[in-house]
């Protein structure tokens, strides 16, 4: 056998190690992003109606993400909610509103008054 026969069978002997680390590290990914997405569904499920309806979720939206089976990411589902309701306002551009330390008495802006106080 020749060293390049050799660096070939080695190789060959380590397709199968190779798959179970690959293996074992998506699992441990799994396992990760699981704890995070129900560390996430905890604390949504701390906020009330109001905070929630600020982000754009209902309590509806959080029974429904909590029903998904386990292989199912529930935070992507809600993320999905929330754009399915955001509706972009058309024809409303930005205006850059004044700013109000130009605003008030001649005194406020640090001029002298004509008129006594």
């Known amino acids: 056998m020749t060293v ?3 660096a070939i ?13 690959a293996a074992i590290g998506t699992g441990i990914a ?3 992003a699981f704890y995070r997405n129900r560390r996430t569904m905890v604390q949504l499920s701390e906020l009330d ?4 309806a600020d982000i754009g979720l ?3 939206d959080l029974r429904d993400a909590t029903a998904v089976g386990p292989g199912h990411d529930p935070v992507s589902l809600l993320s999905l909610r ?7 306002h058309r024809g409303l551009r930005h205006v850059e509103a004044p700013s109000i330390a130009d605003a008030g008495p001649a005194r406020w802006r640090g001029k002298a008054s004509a008129q006594p106080c």
Do not use: D, N, Y
């Open 4 to 6: 390049l026969s050799h």
């Open 30 to 32: 799994k396992v990760i």
């Open 58 to 60: 209902t309590r509806s």
């Open 82 to 88: 929330r754009q399915e309701r955001h509706v972009p």
């Open 49 to 52: 109606a109001h905070m929630l």
């Open 9 to 21: 069978s080695a190789r060959a002997a380590l397709k199968p190690l190779v798959r179970i680390v």
